[in-house]
């Protein structure tokens, strides 16, 4: 048996890749950083929006504590502003005034 040896042809170490290679990779890591960048600012503006939003939940109950001083309910039709009275006394005895006490 003869001992055949593989040829194996090696490349030559390069100490830098193509100026093509190059311009491809800074393109791609550039779009990963405008990625990055555009995700971090939508995600300030998320918890701005997010901070708003409490603030206004906060403001809905201080003006439900004002209908309710006011009016003995906070439940009302937002398109008339028609109080909801309930058919029923509610757990604070406030109910509906009949047509003859107002």
Excluded: C
């Excluded at 300030?44 to 906060?58: F, R, S």
């Amino acid at each position: 048996m003869a001992n055949k040896e593989k040829e194996i042809e090696l490349k030559p170490k390069l100490e830098k890749i193509s100026e093509e290679h190059l311009a491809e990779l800074k393109k791609l890591v550039n779009a990963v950083n405008g990625f990055n960048f555009n995700i971090g600012r939508v995600e300030v503006q998320k918890h701005e929006l997010l901070h708003k939003l409490a603030l206004t939940q906060d403001n809905i109950a201080l003006f439900q504590d004002k209908l309710m001083k006011e009016y003995g309910s906070f439940d009302v039709n937002v398109n008339d502003g028609t109080i909801n009275w309930p058919k029923e006394p509610t757990q604070n005895g406030v109910e509906k005034p009949k047509e003859d006490e107002k």
